[in-house]
């Protein structure tokens, strides 16, 4: 079994904001893929399906974020799941918005639930790093984590965890590669590759028709003609 993990703080209040991006994507990924329904366990939310033709349990810690290892810790033990089977999907404030990236094992960077996970279970797990973007000063972050997303983002946020719940089949395999570009292609769809259409001849003018039905009788030729007889 593999354990996937979104990191988010509960509540109505915090369910828009960037630092739950993780549960948004945890949440697309059940939808997507039927898996169901959310009960409570292991200090959190849990899900347990098939995905890819592997069995994978969903966690949505409900301990808040700075005590989210306590929950991940729980359920990895219960299950006996190792930490290299074990992905984390987190916001990630050194990634411009709608980037995405997988990496294995590394640092917290300051992010407080990496932070507790890692202080229960070490570093060697999965993350999928969610960019969310910065607010271009480090006193600014707490706050701007912690606000909803724009109104205006929702448009690329819908495709990235649109892309997401796309590619978990290849992410549950193990194939790193093959997820991010299943996320690009609703990122980046390809443009349509349609000829254009050939342009139609101009239709004849008003003034054509007039000059071959004139009153004289005579024809366009027949007056060209005339004039140089």
Do not use: C
């Not at 899900?47 to 409900?62: C, N, S, T």
């Not at 495709?159 to 980046?188: C, M, Q, S, Y």
């Amino acid at each position: 079994m593999k354990l996937w993990v979104g990191l988010g703080n509960p509540g109505p209040r915090h369910a828009g904001n960037r630092h739950n991006i993780g549960f948004m994507a945890l949440d697309r990924i059940a939808e997507a893929h039927g898996i169901g329904p959310w009960r409570s366990r292991f200090q959190g939310l849990v899900a347990d399906g098939v995905i890819g033709g592997e069995r994978v349990l969903l966690l949505k810690p409900q301990t808040f974020m700075n005590l989210s290892g306590q929950s991940v810790a729980e359920a990895a033990r219960f299950h006996r799941i190792a930490p290299a089977e074990i992905v984390v999907f987190h916001d990630e404030i050194d990634l411009p918005p709608g980037r995405l990236k997988v990496k294995d094992g590394g640092g917290h960077a300051g992010h407080n639930g990496l932070r507790s996970i890692q202080a229960h279970l070490g570093p060697d797990f999965r993350r999928v790093r969610l960019g969310v973007g910065h607010p271009g000063h480090k006193d600014a972050v707490a706050g701007y984590v912690l606000h909803d997303f724009a109104k205006a983002e929702a448009g690329w946020l819908d495709d990235l965890l649109r892309g997401i719940a796309d590619g978990a089949p290849d992410l549950a395999r193990g194939d790193g590669t093959a997820f991010l570009n299943r996320v690009a292609l609703r990122l980046h769809p390809p443009r349509s590759s349609k000829p254009r259409p050939e342009p139609r001849p101009p239709a004849p003018s008003a003034a054509a028709d007039a000059d071959d039905t004139a009153p004289d009788g005579r024809t366009m030729l027949q007056r060209l003609a005339d004039r140089f007889r």
